[in-house]
């Protein structure tokens, strides 16, 4: 709700991400574009995940298989329709307009599916149990021989497509993916400043008290799974598109953990959070190698992670508010 | 038939036995501190590096043994000093953060001092020999050994804990952690020492690991992920409940990537069913988690607590 406060800021950054293709190719480096297609994409997938840390208090560690759902649908269909043959009697296909939204509609399955059952245990039990399923679907992933198993596949048809709309072309791809990300977000906002929103900030604040004023807890927990679940959907078909290439990788536990700390860095409990946390990830990804090369710790700069840890545990343990609370800090 | 299904069974008990070991160290740490340590599998990959490089310097299994378990007690004082006490009073999220970030800085620290490449070590001589178990099964020496190991510190682990004074203390710290402090006990000392000896059974089944699998950066998170599944299995907090869901998931695992593809392939045919039974035997263990919570959402052996 805080968000609201800086209408101008939204703006000024959408305004930024709309002219980013231009200035890129402007000063000669339009290479940067697929960075920022990935910032765009993983925000979205980051913003799902605060809907449940930040906004609900389900510390969810298994939000990478719902990415990984969404990208597979969008790479099996492209791989059947490439090989010409049929899934349970189904041709492939290619088209975005049936990819994305089954890939959708598939990531609300399983987030359903997983939400119904993980729900019904709290706390630690509940982080153990998503991690979980996410260990179950990375493995799910591993055992399909036939889509490349371990290594995953490469889809060799391209990207989808739309009518009217190149995705193969590299800019024109960063607006769908700008869009789907504009569209979320915006949605994101309207669904956290709704009642259904305050019900999530009552359950984080205290579960119990909901049932004695008539409000089925359990019900709104897995509604809002569900809706990150689909978002973490989305960023998986979204990524699909992006690299052409689906693997188990994409669903690997790390990828949960680096989610959250992606949430972390930029300041939970806030939808501006996690962008700007999206964007730090990428930006240390990028240059901490670079930087540490600069400082003459040539060694590091492979290993920067090794740099990064103890900043993260910093950043948990002295600067929760993340990037988001030096931005905006809060009066009084 | 028999004979393989019994080896396959002992091969379950055995996978379990490090289970156990690790899953004790990490039940106890939930149990008592309430801190949730995804760093815990490091410590079982210090144990296996300290005794793959200390084997290869003395060429002593035993000293490597011996001097291994120092070494992942002294790592495990420094992480519990620097971080892990700073983690008593915040949520789990943090925790989860903290030490996914530590794990972080501990797997790329072992990438930068031993590379990628993975390290062996041998089964030392005078446990490399096999054993003939009643019904005529020939079996590793060394697997006997392990599993002889556990179940050692599993009972020398229950004594302690039922029997004396300090185990007294945990028992009550883990269901109410102020009333103990009230009471005088040295809350932050009992801490240290149960992360401490937690590690240093992660380290002993890292370092009993090692002759069996190949020592390698990332070999801690794995095991540690099957050890959740254990602890969520048996209740967060009981050792005995430890044990059990470490056994369950040790011998499932193994048993389902011994015999689904056979019983499968009686059924379907052998691609179809190679290709099932993989995905299926890998995720037979988190099914099992899944039938366990749904119907005790707290595990089999809940602790009770009361805070």
Known sequence: MRDTHHLPFLLGCLAALLLLPFVLQATGSSYLISTATRLVVFAIAAVSLDLLIGYTGLVSFGHAAFLGVGAYTVGILSFHAYEDTTLIGLPGTLSGLVAIPLALALSALAALIVGALSLRTRGVYFIMITLSFGQMLFFLFVSLEQYGGDDGMMMFEGRNRLPLLDLNDRISFYYFC????????????????????????????????????????????????????VGAGLAGALSANHTEFVSPALTHWTRSGDLMIVVILGGMGTLVGPVLGTFLFLLLEEFLPLILRGLGLGLLSEHWRFVFGPILILVVLYAKTGLYGLIFPRRG | MSQLFLEQLLNGVQLGMFLFLVSAGLTLVFGFMNIINLAHGSLFMIGAYAMALIGGVTGSFLLALVLSLPVVACAAWVIEVVIIRRLHERDHLDQVLATFALILFINEGTTMLF??????????????????????????LYRVAIIGAGLAVALALWLIIARTRVGMQIRAGTTNRETVEQLGVNIDRLNTLIFVVGAMFAGLAGALAGPLTSVEVGMGENLLILCFVCVVIGGIGSVRGAMLGAITVGVVDTMGRAFVPDILGRFLDPATASGISAGLSSMSIYLLMVVVLVFRPTGLFPVARSV
């Not at chain 1, 604040?205 to 709104?220: H, P």
């Not at chain 2, 590379?115 to 590793?140: N, Q």
């Open chain 2, 115 to 140: 590379g990628r490449v993975p390290l062996f070590m041998d089964v030392p001589a005078s446990l490399s020999g096999t054993v003939t178990l009643p019904g005529g099964v020939t079996y590793p």
């Open chain 1, 178 to 229: 700008l869009a789907w990300f504009v569209l979320f977000f915006w949605f994101c906002t309207w669904l956290v400043r709704s009642k259904f929103g305050r019900t999530l900030a009552a359950i984080k604040q205290n579960q119990d008290r909901l049932s004695s004023i008539g409000i089925n807890a359990y019900w709104a927990k897995l509604q809002v799974f569900v809706i990150a679940g």
